[in-house]
């Protein structure tokens, strides 16, 4: 479901309580509607004709109207709610599944952007839907109120108030896409600022380390100033909107004063019909201009650019079918990936297979593809070409709950939420007991770790805060070692291990059954293995460790390089897998 999709969808699912809404907009007419007619009445019935206490008495009465359209207001705002907030909610969802979903999500550091667009652009959209409800909609009852109050009181003043109110309404619309063009600059500025101070701070350690605190300096300031040249030319915009308004609402007073004093003298237009048109004009209709170009210029203006911008901001969803596979075996064809349109496959033609029992480890340098292999395994990145099958069925054809139980991924970057040490190991096995988890912790070397916690009603605070990085790792390990996942996938899930403790993590795994793939952080991870994938930017060689040895310079030359033996040496240095 597209955003625009999802917003009309989520406003239109509220019949009831845009009936409640009409009503109260009805009962908020009734003074903008009333105003300049009790105050005809309280000057010709009353003040103009020696009767003081029928002058006030209709007053008083225009003081009761405009009670009962305050309390029109404040029902508005009670309803407001039910509206609104489900709508904030479903663009929320529609948002993050977009994320989830990014074919090409941004690799090393946070999606600035993507949160960019969760939080400002979605309350935006959430706050402009308000003022509409709110505003625009009081303006409408507002000016069709006056108008018809102006038009009971005296017909002809219309020819010399509608065509003034018209006209700045019909230029005013006519700036609205140079105004539309500016709001989108700011929102690209705002979305191009968010994601460059992102880049910059989850990268300060490499910028100090590198010297380049200038260069990122001047970057960020870069974009702020682009952000804020795109904000002085929508303030530019909006002074040319404001003109434009001002002489549409002054118009119609300056003449209506003109015409009133013949209009008076041939008895067409009493006194306090002349106070009364004044009313509507001074008290409503110009102040209901104003906020329409307010409203239109700024609420409905952001409102429309911003949800044309989360809708290019977000990719199509991969569709998922109901199949379910007929094993547990994993087939990859022709695979072939890379990241954006003209960049070099990080993956090219690339076939494998993985049949349950096969425990296999990925080397190869940082940034040559691993953790994109990782991603394309799970199915959690759509290949460019080719396809990747589970049990003979595309990957993401797979029924998504099927699915999540058949297959686990970790990445290096662990997550621990807020709550107990049993809701964070059960959140892959939502249906495990106790007995199981306390298992899954004592396999994967975690027992220790989560008595000193407190045992599985131990508290846990939000990213594991308090927690090392390595105990944050294993326990992320225990919850994936519960599930009840058959093909595991741990991308460099054990770099804040000990070699120990992750030989153990590792052992525990393999010996778990089904199909284990890690990406390599250290090569002890490779020798352990049944087999190994050597991934070098040209050429992916599949083989066993010593074969590898001999086939592949390139992974002689990482052993080496590890073990700082030669490749003979080094393929004696650890006993075959066992």
């Given at each position: 479901?597209?955003?625009?999709?999802?917003?009309?969808?989520?406003?239109?699912?509220?019949?009831?309580?845009?009936?409640?809404?009409?009503?109260?907009?009805?009962?908020?007419?009734?003074?903008?509607?009333?105003?300049?007619?009790?105050?005809?009445?309280?000057?010709?019935?009353?003040?103009?004709?020696?009767?003081?206490?029928?002058?006030?008495?209709?007053?008083?009465?225009?003081?009761?109207?405009?009670?009962?359209?305050?309390?029109?207001?404040?029902?508005?705002?009670?309803?407001?709610?039910?509206?609104?907030?489900?709508?904030?909610?479903?663009?929320?969802?529609?948002?993050?599944?977009?994320?989830?979903?990014?074919?090409?999500?941004?690799?090393?550091?946070?999606?600035?952007?993507?949160?960019?667009?969760?939080?400002?652009?979605?309350?935006?959209?959430?706050?402009?839907?308000?003022?509409?409800?709110?505003?625009?909609?009081?303006?409408?009852?507002?000016?069709?109120?006056?108008?018809?109050?102006?038009?009971?009181?005296?017909?002809?003043?219309?020819?010399?108030?509608?065509?003034?109110?018209?006209?700045?309404?019909?230029?005013?619309?006519?700036?609205?896409?140079?105004?539309?063009?500016?709001?989108?600059?700011?929102?690209?500025?705002?979305?191009?600022?968010?994601?460059?101070?992102?880049?910059?701070?989850?990268?300060?350690?490499?910028?100090v380390a590198c010297g380049a605190q200038n260069i990122a300096d001047a970057t960020v300031r870069a974009a702020i100033t682009a952000q804020a040249n795109a904000s002085v030319r929508m303030s530019n915009a909006a002074a040319l909107r404001t003109a434009v308004v001002a002489v549409g609402s002054f118009l119609p007073i300056v003449l209506v004063l003109a015409a009133a004093p013949g209009m008076n003298t041939d008895?067409?237009?009493?006194?306090?019909?002349?106070?009364?048109?004044?009313?509507?004009?001074?008290?409503?209709?110009?102040?209901?201009?104003?906020?329409?170009?307010?409203?239109?210029?700024?609420?409905?203006?952001?409102?429309?650019?911003?949800?044309?911008?989360?809708?290019?901001?977000?990719?199509?969803?991969?569709?998922?079918?109901?199949?379910?596979?007929?094993?547990?075996?994993?087939?990859?064809?022709?695979?072939?990936?890379?990241?954006?349109?003209?960049?070099?496959?990080?993956?090219?033609?690339?076939?494998?297979?993985?049949?349950?029992?096969?425990?296999?480890?990925?080397?190869?340098?940082?940034?040559?593809?691993?953790?994109?292999?990782?991603?394309?395994?799970?199915?959690?990145?759509?290949?460019?070409?080719?396809?990747?099958?589970?049990?003979?069925?595309?990957?993401?054809?797979?029924?998504?709950?099927?699915?999540?139980?058949?297959?686990?991924?970790?990445?290096?970057?662990?997550?621990?939420?807020?709550?107990?040490?049993?809701?964070?190991?059960?959140?892959?096995?939502?249906?495990?007991?106790?007995?199981?988890?306390?298992?899954?912790?004592?396999?994967?070397?975690?027992?220790?770790?989560?008595?000193?916690?407190?045992?599985?009603?131990?508290?846990?605070?939000?990213?594991?805060?308090?927690?090392?990085?390595?105990?944050?790792?294993?326990?992320?390990?225990?919850?994936?070692?519960?599930?009840?996942?058959?093909?595991?996938?741990?991308?460099?899930?054990?770099?804040?291990?000990?070699?120990?403790?992750?030989?153990?993590?590792?052992?525990?795994?393999?010996?778990?059954?089904?199909?284990?793939?890690?990406?390599?952080?250290?090569?002890?991870?490779?020798?352990?293995?049944?087999?190994?994938?050597?991934?070098?930017?040209?050429?992916?060689?599949?083989?066993?460790?010593?074969?590898?040895?001999?086939?592949?310079?390139?992974?002689?030359?990482?052993?080496?390089?590890?073990?700082?033996?030669?490749?003979?040496?080094?393929?004696?240095?650890?006993?075959?897998?066992?």
């Amino acid at each position: 479901m597209t955003v625009t999709a999802g917003y009309w969808r989520a406003l239109s699912g509220h019949w009831r309580d845009w009936s409640v809404l009409l009503a109260c907009s009805a009962l908020e007419a009734l003074p903008a509607f009333l105003s300049g007619g009790l105050v005809q009445r309280a000057v010709d019935e009353g003040f103009a004709a020696g009767r003081v206490a029928v002058g006030f008495a209709w007053l008083a009465a225009f003081a009761a109207a405009a009670v009962a359209g305050a309390v029109g207001v404040r029902l508005v705002w009670q309803r407001l709610g039910t509206i609104v907030e489900p709508l904030r909610d479903t663009l929320v969802r529609t948002v993050v599944q977009g994320v989830l979903h990014e074919t090409a999500p941004p690799r090393g550091g946070p999606d600035a952007a993507g949160v960019a667009r969760i939080t400002q652009h979605v309350e935006i959209v959430r706050d402009a839907t308000a003022g509409l409800l709110v505003q625009a909609r009081g303006l409408v009852v507002m000016v069709v109120g006056a108008l018809a109050g102006v038009a009971t009181m005296s017909g002809p003043l219309i020819w010399l108030i509608g065509p003034p109110i018209v006209g700045a309404v019909g230029v005013f619309l006519c700036l609205l896409p140079a105004l539309a063009r500016r709001q989108r600059g700011v929102a690209m500025a705002d979305e191009h600022t968010a994601t460059t101070a992102g880049a910059v701070l989850a990268g300060t350690r490499d910028v100090v380390a590198c010297g380049a605190q200038n260069i990122a300096d001047a970057t960020v300031r870069a974009a702020i100033t682009a952000q804020a040249n795109a904000s002085v030319r929508m303030s530019n915009a909006a002074a040319l909107r404001t003109a434009v308004v001002a002489v549409g609402s002054f118009l119609p007073i300056v003449l209506v004063l003109a015409a009133a004093p013949g209009m008076n003298t041939d008895g067409r237009l009493s006194a306090g019909a002349v106070v009364g048109v004044l009313v509507y004009l001074t008290g409503t209709l110009q102040p209901a201009l104003h906020g329409f170009a307010a409203t239109m210029s700024t609420v409905v203006l952001r409102l429309l650019v911003t949800l044309n911008r989360l809708g290019e901001a977000q990719p199509p969803v991969r569709r998922t079918g109901g199949d379910e596979p007929s094993d547990g075996t994993i087939t990859v064809r022709r695979l072939t990936h890379r990241w954006g349109g003209h960049a070099e496959p990080v993956l090219r033609d690339f076939e494998l297979q993985l049949r349950p029992g096969d425990h296999l480890a990925v080397v190869g340098p940082s940034g040559i593809g691993k953790s994109t292999l990782a991603g394309l395994l799970t199915g959690t990145i759509t290949p460019c070409q080719g396809e990747v099958l589970l049990g003979g069925v595309p990957i993401n054809a797979v029924d998504p709950a099927h699915r999540a139980r058949t297959i686990a991924f970790t990445p290096q970057e662990t997550y621990l939420f807020a709550g107990s040490v049993r809701e964070n190991l059960a959140l892959l096995a939502p249906d495990a007991d106790d007995t199981h988890l306390l298992t899954a912790v004592d396999a994967v070397g975690a027992a220790g770790l989560v008595e000193r916690i407190g045992g599985l009603s131990g508290a846990l605070a939000h990213g594991g805060v308090g927690l090392s990085s390595g105990e944050r790792q294993v326990l992320a390990l225990a919850r994936v070692y519960a599930s009840p996942a058959r093909i595991i996938v741990l991308d460099e899930a054990t770099t804040h291990l000990d070699g120990a403790a992750e030989a153990r993590a590792e052992r525990a795994f393999a010996e778990r059954g089904g199909i284990l793939v890690i990406i390599a952080h250290r090569l002890a991870s490779a020798r352990r293995a049944r087999q190994v994938l050597v991934m070098d930017g040209r050429q992916a060689l599949l083989g066993e460790h010593d074969d590898l040895l001999v086939r592949s310079s390139h992974y002689g030359e990482l052993m080496q390089a590890w073990t700082g033996m030669p490749k003979t040496a080094a393929a004696k240095s650890y006993p075959a897998p066992g």
